[in-house]
């Protein structure tokens, strides 16, 4: 029975992985062109593989998608993003081709990934393989998340590595408490105290945290991606530390604030270096080749800059300086910039293709293909009502899982309310995604299972702590909660179907496309817009 119970974890992760892989994976050439912002980021992928660096395009995309690709040049090109989603694009490129399965293999790979960890995490949080299995089904069937991984661009290289710092940190947490319990427990043996005597002192060192490494690795790559991921880097990296707090607490320390305030320190510190030396270390194709554009500024502007940097790290931080600039002043006008209010309830999705598909046999007269980066909406208006909950629970009970399951959503997108002005686009709440679905999985356990004592070891949900101690009661399923969950995944399936051809591109009749348009477009003036047309 114990492997059997193993195997349904193995079965669980198989089953995520299989879906969300097919949904990915599957005619992942379609459409062959270059759909929204693959302009940029592809054919910058592609200068990488031929130039080592970003060099700049005379000819358009249409030209770069039919395989001419003289349009390169060796002047280098000024690009506004860092470059590791670049580099992972022209890995897929340097393994299966310049072709659209080639430039989008990467991204639908850290897709299909972000739906295991989510599984994982959602399992560990809420100590149930099945609840684990809901989260990553609803992540797999996610609209926003398929579009994205289908599609190569950065946000969705984002997502990965923000929901893989959180998964590192909460391992971590798991380690590192099984090891304090057990150093407080040897040390009220030997000082012949019973187990709820306060133990003197803030506690033992539990020896290195390579987990905690490895999220401070994480977190690097996702601000090598795009710099809003120093967000989620600073969010989850705080919730380390409260984690510290609680556990040095519950393991029964006097002085276990002293104790967890003492050791952030290091960890402040320690997560600063890490993320700067991979931050720096991504830029490596632009440090060594001297075609990359500003690579030469601090030998051509002698006594200017930072003194103290070497030449190329003077010039690299000119470079950042002119991406600062570019970022704050972005406010051209786009049709689907979208204003960061409206992104959870998905009020102004990004249209990223469309095209007559000629020569498509549809069933209709005039045959469409359409990628519409559209969040599944059952998921997100759900999410968002949990969201809200969740937020409740954490002001009123200190509630740690709703804090754990919801601070992701708010670092990638609270932050972007003070830049509300720029031109800013609703698929960069692909980031969120992950954390909106767990956030979304917690409220349904709790409308599933009853009078549960609730906390994340020791705070939450009924779960057992790490250590094996139980805290609070699981509860009992209830029957009417537990069929509106059924019911309520049952709905997200269905209207996930009804949504996939315009995720995925696939041809489809246009009155097909007409009757997905829920929302009509209005708006004042040439401001931002509402709607999904």
Known sequence: MERVWRWRVAIMLSGVGLLAGLLRFVNLSTPRALVFDEVYYVRGAFSLLQLGYEGDWTKDEGEFATGDYGGLETEGDFVVHPMLGKLLIAAGMQLFGTNPFGWRFATALMGTLACIIVALLARHLFRSTLWGGVAGLLLAIDGMSIALSRTALLDNFLAFFAVATLGLVVADRARTRRRLFAVADAARTSRGLDPWDRLPGWGASVGPRWWRYGAMVAAGCAVSVKWSGIYFAIAFMALSVLFDVVDRRAAGYERWFLGASVRAIPTAIGTIVVMVAVYVATWWPWIATRGSWARDWAETHPGEGVMWLPESLRSLWYYHHKMWEFHTGLTSEHNYMSSPYGWLLQLRPTAF?????????????????????????????????????????????????????????????????????????????????????????????????????????????????????????????????????????????????????????????????????????????????????
């Open 353 to 533: 293709y469309f095209r007559d598909a000629e020569g498509a046999d549809c069933g209709a007269e005039r045959c469409v293909s359409a990628v519409t980066a559209l969040g599944h909406p059952v998921i997100w208006w759900a999410g968002t009502a949990a969201l809200i909950y969740a937020l409740w629970r954490v002001i009123r009970h200190l509630d740690l899982v709703a804090l754990t399951v919801s601070l992701g959503v708010l670092a990638g997108w609270v932050v972007w309310f003070p830049y509300a002005y720029r031109t800013i686009f609703t698929f960069y709440a692909v980031a969120l995604a992950p954390f909106l679905v767990l956030t979304l999985t917690w409220a349904l356990t709790r409308i599933a299972r009853r009078g549960a004592n609730h906390g994340y070891g020791g705070t939450g949900d009924g779960n057992y702590a790490d250590d094996g101690r139980r805290h609070g009661s699981i509860g009992y399923w209830s029957r009417g909660g537990t069929v509106a969950v059924v019911a309520f995944v049952g709905v997200c399936l269905v209207v996930a179907g009804f949504f996939l051809p315009l995720w995925t591109g696939m041809p489809i009749p246009f009155e097909y496309w007409q009757i997905h348009m829920w929302l009509p477009t209005i708006g004042v003036g040439e401001g931002p817009k509402v709607g999904w047309v």
